[in-house]
């Protein structure tokens, strides 16, 4: 296995602390490495692979998809995915789906979703709320919304545009928006998972739903990591009985499918 890694690693990008483990097949919740050596895939592709590796009903559904069509452009009409949008807007009670192929664009598709309302209402320099330790991605755009300094090394400048606030704090949101008509929306996960597990109170999920209500703000619910039933249903913020204006997807939408997706309200 050595081998194989010192032969591969001089032409991949180092873009991740690599562990000496070169993974070869899995079933279900195991993997092997090249040599054989099994472990308990503890990770799942970073909270990807919802369905285990080699799931019985995923893998010949994409060998029958792949083995018909692979890709035909959105200039024509696609029976799967409107089958899909149609099973994402009835378990989110929302209006309409975009999709992608990550759950980075589907955060930058939901950034500048707001934006754009923003323009529509004649706001000329929109503004996004956002929230302290929170993780959107590595675009330039998502990663000026992430709320890490380490991240942002290296990148400047970042995209402006972005308030930032500390999560279970509703004061603390209507001290920074006081008095600015600028404001379009409020973008956040339920449960941050990059600067530690940082979980959103139900009280203050109801609490800012009420005040985007007030304001005519989006409230944006990046579900990419904690949607598709990972905290027991089908996404996280149903917990708080609120519902977003935009939700992005991706992850588990596709078990390791590279998707996305941005769910909209009749608001977006």
């Known amino acids: 296995m050595t081998a194989l890694i010192e032969a591969a690693s001089p032409h991949v990008m180092n873009t991740y602390g690599r562990v000496p483990i070169a993974l070869e097949r ?11 050596k099994e472990y308990l895939d503890a990770l799942g592709g970073i909270a990807v692979n919802t369905l285990g590796h080699n799931h019985p009903q ?33 378990l989110s009670g929302m209006s309409k789906v975009f999709f992608c192929n990550s759950g980075l664009e589907a955060n930058e598709a939901a950034l500048k979703i707001a934006r754009k309302y923003g323009v529509d209402r004649g706001i000329a320099k929109p503004q996004i709320v956002v929230y302290e330790k929170a993780f959107h991605g590595r675009s330039i755009a998502t990663m000026s919304a992430t709320g890490n300094p380490k991240i942002h090394s290296g990148f400047g400048p970042l995209v402006e545009g972005f308030i930032r606030v500390p999560i279970n704090d509703i004061a603390a949101i209507k001290a920074a928006t006081e008095g600015n008509p600028d404001v379009v929306a409020v973008f956040f996960e339920t449960i941050q998972g ?43 913020h149903q917990w708080a009985g609120i519902m977003p204006d935009v939700m992005p997807l ?4 596709g078990s390791g499918v590279p998707i996305g997706a941005v769910v909209a309200g009749p608001r977006a």
């Open 194 to 236: 990059e600067g530690g597990v940082n979980p959103m109170r139900v009280e203050y999920l109801q609490q800012l739903r009420q005040l985007c209500d007030e304001r005519q703000w989006l409230m944006m619910i990046d579900e990419v990591q904690c949607g598709m039933g990972r905290t027991g249903k089908w996404f996280s």
């Open 250 to 253: 991706a992850k588990g939408l």
């Open 58 to 90: 995923l893998v010949p559904a994409l060998c029958d998809q792949i083995g018909k069509l692979i890709h035909t452009s959105n200039y024509y009409h696609i029976p799967g995915q409107e089958q899909l949008a149609a099973k994402l807007v009835q």
């Open 26 to 36: 899995g079933q279900g919740c195991r993997v092997w490495d090249v040599n054989g």
